[in-house]
């Protein structure tokens, strides 16, 4: 199944090039009193949602996919998590680019010994609200990358077992402020998280190890790769993250670019496309709100962080 949120706050299922709109299958959501849960209630109860779903989606409106605004698909997850240089050619480009790298080439560490980094969840957007350029006179790139969506609480998971923790998947989009900060820095402006254009449930992807991605900037195809490139799995990606702290229905996974990444600009339209998920498409524009720059490309260079991804 694939659900999809749009305009204001709706839920779809999708058929084809059609959204049927099933908003009324969420009243299965428990009601909360304050405090409210960290984690996603809508992924936490999914099972009841697409019972539900099933049940309302023959009668229920039909709207083509391009009249609607999509959304993240996940609206609050409590954790945004991200694979640092998890294809072998990428961290292969990013040490011949110092673009890529900071000026700090010998800091290219594998995954392994650099662990994942989390991402602000105020920096998820939908396919529909677009990129927005925060920092004009920074080099800001795209990475296309495959999205784990944890399905249920997962702490300490050993990778055999990982797999029964997932919900679904969906594709990101990983925008990328380049410079020697921290990556967290870098990456998380507001829209530099774009999750879309559905959530597509676990049962539909047969291998998520064997998937065809691929991102167009403009018509001009720059990442192209299969998802089997990947230096850790899906599994392991989970026992890894899991490892250090525990996992919730809606946390997110950024499972990491393969080669190809390149820089953005206001005006472009990005195509980006996962077998057996989908394409969702962003444009990119200016921040109409940016002030004068605060930080230059060389800022905190002397720290030492050269971080490709």
């Known amino acids: 199944m694939r659900l999809c949120r749009f305009d204001d706050d709706r839920l779809g299922v999708v058929d084809s090039s059609t959204v049927r709109d099933v908003t009324a299958a969420l009243d299965v959501l428990p009601t909360r009193p304050y405090p409210f849960p960290a984690h996603d209630m809508f992924v936490e109860h999914l099972d009841a949602v697409a019972s539900r779903v099933r049940a309302l989606a023959p009668a229920a409106r039909v709207l083509a ?13 409590g954790k945004i998590v991200a694979a640092p240089v998890n294809y072998e050619k990428h961290r292969s480009e990013a040490g011949k680019d110092p673009g890529l790298h900071g000026n700090n080439p010998g800091h290219l560490f594998t995954i392994q010994s650099a662990g994942l980094f989390l991402k602000a969840t105020s920096s998820l957007a939908g396919p529909g609200q677009g990129v927005v350029i925060r920092m004009p006179d920074r080099r800001t790139d795209h990475e296309v990358e495959l999205v784990i969506v944890i399905g249920k609480r997962a702490s300490r998971v050993a990778r055999q077992d990982a797999m ?10 990983d925008i990328s402020i380049r410079g020697s900060e921290d990556r967290s820095f870098r990456k998380s402006p507001d829209s530099y998280t774009v999750l879309g254009p559905w959530l597509t449930t676990a049962d539909e992807i047969q291998n998520p190890g064997a998937l065809d991605l691929q991102i167009a900037v403009n018509g001009d195809v720059r990442q192209q790769s299969n998802t089997r ?16 702290y525990t996992l919730h ?5 950024f499972t990491g670019t393969p080669e190809g990444v390149g820089p953005i600009h206001p005006g472009d339209e990005i195509v980006a496309t996962i077998a057996d998920i989908g394409t969702m498409t962003v444009t990119v524009r200016a921040d109409r709100d940016a002030a004068a720059p605060v930080m230059s490309a060389s800022a905190g260079a002397s720290s030492g962080r050269g971080d490709a991804t």
């Open 164 to 173: 029964a923790h997932v919900a679904g998947y969906a594709i990101g989009l």
């Open 229 to 244: 490139h990947m230096i850790l799995g899906v599994a392991e990606l989970i026992e890894m993250a899991s490892s250090m």
């Open 65 to 77: 996919i391009g009249d609607v605004t999509l959304l993240s698909p996940v609206a609050n997850p």
């Open 249 to 253: 229905p809606g946390d997110l996974i």
